[in-house]
């Protein structure tokens, strides 16, 4: 059994969505956690814990940022926290994954599967520790969460599209 801490400074949780349907928005949260619980080496029987403070969403422009953290969107006041939960991981081959579980998004739980590619350990030359990566890759609807403002485009088509593309990669220090 593997006791990872997660490194924040080398992780990153980033989000791209469709705008005008020619372009695509990009953001990030800022602060996340994540927990890991089995061995690294069986990962199959691992579960892993995340949390978001949606109110750490950072895209660039102080409006849009305002905007997602309206009731319009994720309404931090009220939902402050996106959480995911493990349920199952099934090994694909030597380094990828695919990890589903329970996605609660403003208090709407819908089961999510995710891409997770293990680079491996290695060792830091810095400090001593052997280190753990993931690459997380996976899509979500945002709508199926709640999140269905939108508006039309004389053009036809809407502003925001409702695939959500989730990218993270998470570097954990192995105790």
Do not use: C
Request: proline share 2%.
């Amino acid at each position: 059994m593997s006791t990872l801490a997660l490194d924040k400074v080398h992780s990153a949780v980033n989000f791209t969505v469709k705008h005008m349907m020619v372009s695509k928005a990009k953001g990030e949260f800022q602060e996340f956690d994540v927990a890991f619980s089995g061995d690294f080496n069986d990962l199959e029987n691992a579960s892993v814990t995340a949390k978001i403070d949606v109110s750490s969403i950072e895209t660039n422009n102080e409006d849009r940022n305002g905007h997602l953290k309206s009731e319009d969107f994720f309404n931090t006041e009220q939902y402050p926290e996106i959480t995911f939960e493990s349920t199952s991981i099934k090994k694909l081959n030597d380094t990828d994954y695919e990890v589903t579980g329970d996605l609660t998004i403003r208090d709407v739980t819908n089961q999510a599967t995710f891409k997770v590619e293990y680079n491996g350990t290695a060792k830091d030359p810095m400090e001593g520790n052997t280190i753990a990566g993931f690459d997380v890759e996976g899509s979500i609807n945002r709508e199926a969460y709640g999140l269905t403002w939108n508006a039309p485009l004389e053009t036809g088509g809407v502003l925001i599209g409702k695939d959500v593309k989730v990218t993270a990669g998470f570097e954990f220090v192995v105790q």
